[in-house]
């Protein structure tokens, strides 16, 4: 059974940083597609960084490139998003998530498997 459990959320001020953690059991993380989502109040969940786990090759929304990082630990069980300089726009609900597609993919059906969310709030 896969299982994604998020941790690291909370409510920081404009210009601050949080780091997200995704533990992640159950699941082959080899030549595989992880992802960090976030979903705003009334907005489209949105990619926000994906990491292809066999090469390390990592992507990033627009919004988020040079103040987000997404990384793994060496045993490929947990997933990290380090968020620096963070802003308003960036509050959200921030959810892991894994594929089973061989590359990383942008769109949120491409994912199988989710985690529960870790709410971020970033104040001005």
């Known amino acids: 059974q896969v299982q994604l459990v998020e941790s690291g959320g909370g409510s920081v001020q404009a210009g601050g940083s949080l780091r997200l953690s995704c533990a992640v059991s159950g699941y082959t993380a080899n030549n595989r597609g992880m992802a960090w989502f976030r979903q705003a109040p009334g907005k489209e969940r949105e990619r926000v960084a994906c990491?292809?786990?066999?090469?390390?090759?990592?992507y990033y929304a627009e919004a988020v490139k040079g103040r987000f990082t997404i990384s793994q630990d060496n045993a490929k069980n947990t997933l990290f998003l380090q968020m620096n300089s963070l802003r308003p726009e960036d509050t959200a609900m921030y959810y892991c998530?894994?594929?089973?597609?061989?590359?990383?993919?942008?769109?949120?059906?491409?994912?199988?498997?989710w985690g529960q969310g870790t709410q971020v709030t970033v104040s001005s």
């Open positions: 990491m292809y786990t066999s090469t390390g090759n990592t």
């Open positions: 998530a894994a594929s089973n597609r061989a590359y990383c993919p942008s769109r949120p059906s491409d994912f199988t498997y």
